[in-house]
């Protein structure tokens, strides 16, 4: 499982884009990245993945070169309900039957008025 | 609807006694897991069943911790002979692991173990 690398904290205002990054140098072949989200004192909540070039879905866009050795989470205008840790996972989760997800220490975004 | 929940959302013992963490996964969902979060920290992998049985179990931190999911449901998480530093936010997820795309898992709000 390849080892993720992130900022441990960012803050924004409201209606900015905010875009986090995360390197994953080793990321192996069949290794998806999907990113977290997660609220004080509530488990951590799905946002979004992807394998390569970019995805999109109603609450956030994922950016992946073509080498895969990095990503980004974009979240536009964000608001102050975006507060939270944001999480960059590496894993092969379709595929390996070991579904076993490494989370790191994350990102803390504040967002300010 | 239902979501995934655990029970009790705290649970303060003392050290040495014996704990029961229970979760239930969302209905239908094969896949579940458990985890454990320390402040600050990103949740940690413990064990993983797929039905029944325990897929992966390579977190568990040693033979204090035990975990069951006998009907392929319900999991009970179980911490023998408890520790100042059991003490930590257990997280339980469930996921269908029945292919597509991606393998989102669904978290529940965590119980709060307190050893005293």
């Known amino acids: 499982l390849a080892k993720t690398t992130q900022p441990i904290s960012m803050d924004s205002y409201e209606g900015q884009e905010v875009n986090i990054t995360c390197s994953h140098n080793?990321?192996?072949?069949?290794?998806?990245i999907t990113w977290y989200q997660q609220f004080p004192s509530q488990g951590p909540r799905f946002i979004i993945q992807?394998?390569?070039t970019k995805v999109t879905n109603e609450v956030a866009s994922l950016f992946i070169p073509a080498d895969r050795k990095s990503s980004t989470l974009s979240l536009p205008r964000v608001s102050l309900s975006d507060t939270a840790v944001y999480y960059c996972l590496v894993g092969d989760p379709p595929t390996s039957g070991t579904y076993k997800y490494i989370f790191g220490t994350g990102t803390r975004l504040k967002v300010l008025a | 609807g239902a979501g995934v929940s655990q029970t009790p959302s705290n649970k303060v013992t003392e050290k040495g006694k014996y704990v029961e963490l229970r979760c239930d996964p969302i209905?239908?969902?094969?896949?579940l897991y458990w985890y454990r979060q320390s402040l600050g920290q990103g949740p940690e992998f413990l064990i993983y069943f797929q039905g029944t049985g325990a897929a992966d179990d390579s977190g568990l931190p040693n033979d204090r911790f035990f975990a069951v999911r006998p009907e392929g449901s319900v999991s009970t998480l179980k911490i023998q002979r408890t520790e100042r530093g059991d003490s930590a936010v257990y997280l339980c997820?469930?996921?269908?692991?029945?292919?597509?795309?991606?393998?989102?898992?669904?978290f529940g709000p965590g119980t709060r173990l307190t050893v005293l």
């Open positions: 997820a469930s996921s269908s692991a029945e292919g597509g795309t991606y393998n989102e898992q669904f």
């Open positions: 992807g394998y390569k």
């Open positions: 209905s239908g969902h094969t896949a």
């Open positions: 080793n990321i192996a072949t069949n290794d998806y």
